[in-house]
């Protein structure tokens, strides 16, 4: 049997951008309503939806680096507000080593 390599095309990064948007309003969302008994435990929170984060944060910017087309308007809401820091959005979504 031949095992498929995964998906590596502007579909795929769409629903990376899509996963990464849904972590952003879960963040947000976890800043305005959730009450935690204490900061610590916010931070712990906040710290485990960063770290699932991460890895798709990451696998995207690969796959901009490397050449896949993608849609401004499908960007989440962080990479938009990273981009109209520093102008065009497809000169600035590279991984930086």
Known sequence: MN????RRDKYFLRELHQEIDLYDRKLAYLGKYVDFASPEDRA???KKLLSKRAPLEKAALELAA???EYQDENLPRSFRTMNLEHGNAQEDLTLAK
């Open 44 to 46: 712990e929170a906040e």
């Open 66 to 68: 490397s050449g896949v």
């Open 3 to 6: 095992k498929r390599s995964p």
